[in-house]
């Protein structure tokens, strides 16, 4: 078995390709972070239209507010669903 040399300073399971493809977590964070916002601002407005339009939830102040915090967050969790369906969906496809 042969014996590496070990510079100092160097990770020595690190390659230049291998540090790319890391360097950019922060981005994908970033992404991941703006797409949610952007979900989240869209389903409240959505949801606010709603509740705004119906005269049946605008007499009790408390079910207008849970629906309005809680639907948002609701719909994210489902629109992220359904693109993972969407996403397993196309893979399978172009597997076969």
Request: hydrophobic residues 55%; charged residues 20%.
């Given at each position: 078995m042969a014996v590496r040399e070990h510079?100092?300073?160097a990770d020595p399971g690190a390659?230049?390709?291998?540090?790319?493809?890391?360097?950019?977590g922060w981005l994908t964070v970033f992404r991941f972070g703006l797409v949610l916002i952007a979900l989240l601002l869209l389903n409240s407005f959505l949801v606010k239209a709603m509740v705004d339009s119906s005269a049946l939830m605008a007499d009790d102040l408390r079910i207008t507010q849970t629906l309005q915090f809680a639907l948002p967050l609701l719909m994210i969790f489902v629109e992220f669903w359904l693109y993972d369906l969407l996403k397993a969906a196309l893979a399978t496809d172009r597997e076969a």
């Amino acid at each position: 078995m042969a014996v590496r040399e070990h510079r100092a300073g160097a990770d020595p399971g690190a390659s230049g390709d291998n540090r790319r493809r890391t360097s950019w977590g922060w981005l994908t964070v970033f992404r991941f972070g703006l797409v949610l916002i952007a979900l989240l601002l869209l389903n409240s407005f959505l949801v606010k239209a709603m509740v705004d339009s119906s005269a049946l939830m605008a007499d009790d102040l408390r079910i207008t507010q849970t629906l309005q915090f809680a639907l948002p967050l609701l719909m994210i969790f489902v629109e992220f669903w359904l693109y993972d369906l969407l996403k397993a969906a196309l893979a399978t496809d172009r597997e076969a």
